[in-house]
């Protein structure tokens, strides 16, 4: 089945700091990958729509020269947190379709706990 | 906004009971629903999916209801089992230019005692 796979699970930074996530598609091409933020005991939150090669759409709130997104290629994206404070400690799950169809659902990776202290 | 809402019920069960989690949306140009199980520290899993011209779609132990009329949809877990407990969550997409985009809902967290 499709895999996707996110890395690191957790991490933890210092305020100020940059981090970065990566999100891979594992055995299929994903041409559009989703970034979500979730919160403690809350619902996923889209932050954002990765299209590989070209620019990342944002959600309304969500700042882009914060979250920095990266789609170079068909089955990686990456998604960096710039100068990271601790509001911004959360839980960050990609996701990937599997086509232009919608016979199957959306595949998350397992997320990845960012913690900023 | 529009937004699918659940408004953090949480549901315990005995194993071996049927489950129902209950899911309203609002945004009347969704047209396709899935169901996801979160556990603790991981994604969402799929578990199943409905399209808006379905009003019910079964999966192995799992079965949904789609209500457009009045916007509701349901999950339906038979003989429940320790393994079910997890945080259940609906989600939405409007399709068109929202292709992919989901919409979740606030999440049931669903806990079954042997």
């Known amino acids: 089945g499709a895999v996707v796979s996110q890395h690191p699970s957790r991490v933890i930074c210092k305020s100020g700091t940059s981090v970065k996530i990566e999100c891979r598609s594992l055995?299929?091409?994903?041409?559009?990958m989703f970034w979500y933020r979730q919160f403690p005991k809350q619902s996923l939150m889209l932050m954002a729509t990765?299209?590989?090669?070209?620019?990342?759409?944002?959600e309304q709130g969500v700042e882009k020269d914060k979250f920095l997104i990266n789609h170079a290629s068909l089955t990686l994206s990456t998604l960096t947190v710039t100068s990271a404070h601790p509001e911004d400690s959360s839980f960050y799950i990609c996701?990937?379709?599997?086509?232009?169809?919608?016979?199957?659902?959306?595949?998350f990776g397992s997320g990845t706990r960012l913690t900023v202290v | 906004g529009e937004s699918v809402g659940l408004h953090l019920p949480t549901l315990s069960v005995q194993e071996g009971d049927n489950s129902i989690i209950n899911c309203a949306y609002s945004?009347?140009?969704?047209?396709?629903f899935i169901w996801y199980k979160q556990e603790s520290g991981k994604g969402p899993q799929f578990i199943i999916d409905?399209?808006?011209?379905?009003d019910k779609r079964q999966g192995q132990r799992v079965t949904v209801l789609l209500n457009k009329t009045v916007k509701h949809l349901s999950l339906q877990i038979a003989a429940t089992q320790p393994g079910d407990s997890a945080v259940y969550f609906c989600a939405e997409n409007a399709g068109g230019t929202s292709y992919g985009k989901l919409t979740f809902g606030q999440g049931t967290i669903l806990t079954v005692h042997p």
């Open positions: 990765s299209n590989e090669g070209s620019k990342a759409t944002y």
């Open positions: 409905i399209r808006s011209n379905m």
């Open positions: 996701s990937a379709t599997l086509g232009t169809a919608l016979s199957v659902g959306y595949t």
């Open positions: 055995d299929f091409q994903a041409t559009t």
């Open positions: 945004n009347s140009a969704s047209d396709y």
